[in-house]
């Protein structure tokens, strides 16, 4: 499965932007999808993770109530709506796939798309 990321850029604290993954070579709607972030100097941490089904969802505790991680598993597409944005919400965003629902908050995934930038400014 390969997946590539867009949709990042630049906007001011308060406002909004929508993350796109698109997944392509391999039966992506029986994967869990997840997003993951990077800030400079920091550890990659978990923002927020869907099942194929969509009955699991899980968003980091910072993310919760501003974040939405929704699917279109017939164009093989995951997305990230991010509201509210704060200037800490400043990464590196990536997608990631996994063929189980175990550790979906953990970085244990088995594909991982190639990032994109999300800066917030104050």
């Known amino acids: 499965v390969q997946l590539q990321a867009s949709g990042g850029g630049l906007v001011q604290a308060g406002d909004s932007l929508r993350l796109s993954c698109a997944a392509s070579g391999g039966t992506f709607r ?18 927020a993770a869907r099942d194929y089904s969509g009955r699991l969802t899980y968003y980091a505790d910072s ?20 509201n509210s944005l704060k200037p800490e919400d400043t990464a590196v965003y990536y997608c990631a796939a ?20 999300v800066t917030v400014s104050s």
């Open 30 to 47: 029986h994967y869990t999808a997840g997003w993951f972030r990077q800030a400079p100097g920091k550890e990659r941490e978990f923002v």
């Open 63 to 82: 993310v919760k109530g501003r974040f939405t991680i929704s699917r279109d598993n017939a164009n093989n597409l995951v997305y990230l709506q991010m």
């Open 98 to 117: 996994k063929r189980s629902i175990a550790r979906l908050t953990t970085t244990a995934y088995d594909y991982w798309g190639q990032g994109t930038l």
